[in-house]
């Protein structure tokens, strides 16, 4: 055997003990992964229910119409039928008290099915890895083995390809549990996609319904929306509680001039500047005493002409009208 030779034989035989490691790692790892696929398993047969999950997705979306968020977080926690579906409801709950982003649940739902090839691509190279470290666990020991039955090496033959064929079952084994483990996984976290796309659907989706899908009512109405009835959680329903509005001040219609108080302990408004200049017997809005409050007869109660926009038009009666100006020269549009 020259030297080239020598070297690959050598190589080969490095290489007999991490392909050993790696196969028992590799067998450890498809064990968890059949144990995790059959707790994944029995969530889903004892939990998943079509029906549970459409109606906790509408008592959601009305408590979170009716601005009570922490029940409809406790109707969507309680879909715990799948791990991947927990994982996306966490992110998805977290959005709706942290970022509130309109585009961010559909972005989560991509998000998650990557994650989900994610946890098929563990399973799918096992499948590869297994037998090609069972067949390299099968040839490595096939050259010291042929040597042994050369030099009339018995034993040492015996051994080395116990370990070949050894390795060659383990290789196998864990191919074909990844293999199962894949199958099964995949149409599992399909449905997975599917439930929290419709869960989305209902959440947020259009209040549309077709009318072979709608009830009449007594009345002769179609429903636009099932009726859904939950209950209020107890941190809702402490911020929740009824608040107490303040009554209404009765204040008059029209300003009353700051007085004092008169002799029968009602209040006596101070003349204003008509009644200051004689004029107090007119009659008074809402009121029986002379200089009770302001009238629309008071010069302050008049319209300005820079506040009409209209006062270029002229008066509107210009017959009796007292002003010497023609129409339209621009005078108060309101007689006094």
Not at 29 to 50: A, P, S
Not at 144 to 160: F, Q
């Amino acid at each position: 055997m020259n030297d080239l030779q020598q070297l690959i034989y050598d190589i080969s035989r490095i290489l007999l003990w991490p392909v050993l490691i790696a196969a028992i790692v590799c067998l450890v790892w498809v064990l968890i992964e059949c144990g995790v696929l059959l707790y994944e398993l029995w969530l889903r047969f004892r939990y998943r229910d079509l029906d549970a999950l459409e109606v906790r997705a509408l008592r959601a979306r009305m408590a979170f119409r009716d601005g009570k968020p922490r029940t409809a977080y406790r109707y969507l926690q309680e879909n715990n039928y799948s791990l991947v579906v927990v994982r996306f409801l966490y992110d998805l709950i977290r959005n709706y008290q942290t970022e509130r982003l309109a585009a961010k649940p559909l972005k989560l739902l991509q998000e998650y099915e990557f994650y989900t090839i994610k946890r098929l691509e563990r399973t799918r190279i096992l499948v590869r890895i297994g037998p090609i470290l069972g067949l390299m666990g099968t040839l490595i020991p096939l050259s010291p083995a042929l040597i042994g039955l050369a030099t009339g090496k018995m034993e040492e033959l015996s051994t080395n390809l116990v370990t070949a064929f050894s390795v060659t079952v383990i290789g196998l084994l864990i191919g074909g549990l990844a293999f199962v483990v894949s199958i099964v996984r995949d149409r599992m976290y399909s449905q997975d996609i599917s439930d929290m796309e419709y869960l989305l659907e209902l959440l947020e989706g259009d209040d549309v319904r077709l009318r072979s899908g709608r009830r009449l009512s007594k009345t002769g109405v179609w429903d636009t929306e099932a009726e859904v009835e939950y209950e209020i959680a107890d941190e809702d329903a402490e911020r929740t509680s009824i608040i107490t509005l303040p009554e209404t001040p009765n204040e008059p219609l029209l300003p009353v001039a700051v007085g004092s108080t008169d002799g029968n302990g009602g209040s006596r408004t101070t003349p204003t500047t008509s009644a200051a200049a004689g004029d107090t017997s007119r009659p008074v809005a809402g009121g029986t005493d002379k200089g009770d409050g302001l009238t629309f007869d008071d010069p302050s109660m008049d319209w300005n002409r820079y506040d009409d926009p209209f006062a270029d038009l002229g008066p509107i009666d210009p017959e009796g009208t007292d002003d010497p100006r023609p129409r339209g020269s621009g005078g108060p549009t309101r007689r006094r």
